[in-house]
């Protein structure tokens, strides 16, 4: 390898492309090889939410306008709101809109009146293992205990300010 860079450097080739080419072609340990694995794994996007303050115009703009295939509106009162899944191929997005006075949507649109997105929800394989390791790394949970979403699956919210403001729910695949 040192003959290599030595040719480079000999054909009049600038240190920074020496670095380069030394650095392509570096046999050291990657950083992340001493990290014990994870008893989790992070998986796909399922959805993007989205606090929409008309369920109906919400909906047939991506059903009638856009083309989109999207399920019927279904109440989540452990949940304080009303879904509508709007299908997309690779993921889906999850139109939320308030159920009872307690929503916390109601207080998002309090906020932001014309809707906009309220959170994503990324798969992990076991959601127990995900909230213990996150705890340990300082990532607030916003329940004590993972609850059933909208797929019928546990889930858990993740703080926003521990997530760059971003509202991330983790469902169990």
Same mark, same amino acid.
């Given at each position: 390898?040192?003959?290599?860079?030595?040719?480079?450097?000999?054909?009049?080739?600038?240190?920074?492309?020496?670095?380069?080419?030394?650095?392509?072609?570096?046999?050291?340990?990657?950083?992340? +090889?001493?990290?014990? /694995?994870?008893?989790?794994?992070?998986?796909?996007?399922?959805?993007?939410?989205?606090?929409?303050?008309?369920? #109906?115009?919400?909906? #047939?703009?991506?059903?009638?306008?856009? &083309? /989109?295939?999207?399920?019927?509106?279904?109440?989540?009162?452990?949940?304080?709101?009303?879904?509508?899944?709007?299908?997309?191929?690779?993921?889906?997005? #999850?139109?939320?809109?308030?159920?009872?006075?307690?929503?916390?949507?109601? &207080?998002?649109? +309090?906020?932001?009146?014309?809707?906009?997105?309220?959170?994503?929800?990324? #798969?992990?394989?076991?959601?127990?293992?995900?909230?213990?390791?996150?705890?340990?790394?300082?990532?607030?949970?916003?329940?004590?205990?993972?609850?059933?979403?909208?797929? &019928?699956?546990?889930?858990?919210?993740?703080?926003?300010?521990?997530?760059? &403001?971003?509202?991330?729910?983790?469902?169990?695949?």
């Amino acid at each position: 390898m040192a003959s290599a860079v030595l040719k480079v450097a000999a054909a009049g080739v600038s240190r920074c492309s020496r670095v380069a080419l030394w650095r392509a072609h570096s046999t050291t340990v990657p950083l992340h +090889q001493g990290v014990p /694995a994870s008893l989790w794994k992070l998986g796909r996007l399922n959805h993007i939410a989205i606090a929409v303050p008309d369920m #109906e115009k919400a909906t #047939e703009l991506y059903r009638d306008v856009l &083309g /989109a295939t999207v399920s019927e509106k279904v109440p989540l009162p452990d949940h304080g709101v009303y879904t509508v899944f709007v299908e997309l191929g690779n993921t889906k997005l #999850e139109l939320l809109h308030p159920l009872g006075e307690k929503s916390p949507i109601s &207080g998002f649109l +309090q906020k932001n009146k014309s809707g906009g997105m309220h959170h994503i929800c990324i #798969e992990v394989d076991d959601i127990s293992a995900a909230i213990a390791d996150l705890k340990t790394k300082n990532i607030r949970m916003l329940s004590a205990e993972p609850r059933i979403g909208a797929h &019928g699956k546990p889930v858990m919210f993740l703080h926003p300010k521990d997530c760059d &403001g971003v509202l991330v729910e983790l469902e169990e695949a």
